[in-house]
């Protein structure tokens, strides 16, 4: 049975959940902040449900669609279906199983998760199909990536609390109350932004293990398109525009020295996963891809939990 278990994991490669659920977790505390981040176990262990269930049917959709070039590429021709490891019957299963499993469980947390949740299920498949017909494939993984905060903000909000501007200038209390819904709306917005980048990033780089592949295939990615350099500068670009943000969302919750230093070892991670990705060889990338990107997420959790539980008592003296 354990081996079976970790058969169908590996397939679906849920130890990868270290990317998304730390942002989707850190959502949650902040939505829940006036209970200093927690939501309740019932909330919780839902918002965890439809994170596994989001993330296996993802990667089930990628594998069940890209095992004929899975098959012909040297660095994924031992995955489970092109070997027939797992048969395309039981990845077909697994898939449709998993997305009635969200839907479930949205329709469990609250209405608005669950109407959103067929919406979420496309977007989170058709990342898997882009590599057919858009250089910018890294942009549709991230968005997909970047509906784990979000749904998770809605799992505990059941609404992202935009305020309307009519009678935001009626009086002073108005003003600041407006000014304070504003701010909250823009939390989950800001942070999904920052997630795209974060993803658009690192996705360019580790295509760039598949960069004669996928130029020989006809497949497409900005590596393939601009080139590996150019490329690798677009990442950059995208990684220190998503530390802006990163620092405008800190800002917005009004976070203070832990989340400044939280902050701070990110822009580091970000710094030396690039040092690598120029220096190093290709084998380098998967240490620069899964243990540092595993170190943003996990630091930016860490952070964001402790101001949220200890209410911003980290402060500059």
């Not at 970790?6 to 990317?19: M, N």
């Not at 279906?81 to 395309?88: A, D, F, H, V």
């Not at 200038?169 to 989950?188: C, K, L, N, T, Y």
Request: charged share 15%; proline share 3%.
């Amino acid at each position: 049975m354990l081996s079976l278990i970790k058969k169908w994991a590996s397939f679906v490669r849920f130890s990868h959940t270290v990317f998304a659920l730390p942002f989707a977790l850190a959502a949650m505390a902040v939505a829940a902040r006036e209970n200093r981040g927690w939501p309740g176990w019932r909330t919780f262990g839902l918002v965890l449900a439809a994170m596994v269930c989001a993330r296996t049917c993802a990667m089930a959709f990628n594998r069940i669609v890209d095992r004929k070039s899975d098959a012909l590429n040297p660095r994924t021709a031992g995955r489970h279906l092109p070997t027939g490891q797992i048969s395309l019957a039981g990845a077909i299963a697994l898939c449709i199983l998993s997305a009635a499993g969200l839907i479930a469980v949205s329709c469990l947390l609250n209405p608005l998760c669950f109407y959103l949740s067929p919406v979420a299920l496309v977007a989170i498949c058709f990342y898997s199909l882009t590599k057919r017909f858009t250089d910018y494939t890294h942009v549709f993984l991230g968005l997909a990536l970047a509906l784990a905060p979000v749904g998770a903000w809605l799992a505990v909000k059941g609404e992202f609390g935009f305020a309307s501007p009519a009678g935001m200038f009626s009086s002073p209390d108005s003003f600041w109350a407006w000014e304070q819904a504003a701010r909250v709306g823009m939390q989950p917005v800001v942070l999904a932004l920052a997630v795209v980048l974060w993803l658009v990033g690192f996705d360019i780089i580790y295509s760039l293990q598949d960069y004669e592949f996928d130029k020989a295939h006809g497949l497409h990615s900005l590596v393939v398109a601009w080139g590996q350099k150019n490329a690798l500068q677009a990442a950059f670009l995208a990684h220190m525009v998503m530390c802006g943000l990163l620092l405008a969302f800190g800002l917005l919750c009004r976070f203070r020295i832990a989340y400044l230093v939280g902050w701070m070892i990110i822009v580091g991670c970000l710094v030396l996963e690039h040092w690598i990705a120029r220096r190093r060889s290709l084998d380098w990338i998967n240490l620069a891809f899964f243990r540092l990107n595993a170190v943003v997420s996990a630091v930016f959790l860490i952070v964001t939990v402790a101001e949220v539980v200890f209410q911003g008592g980290f402060r500059l003296r």
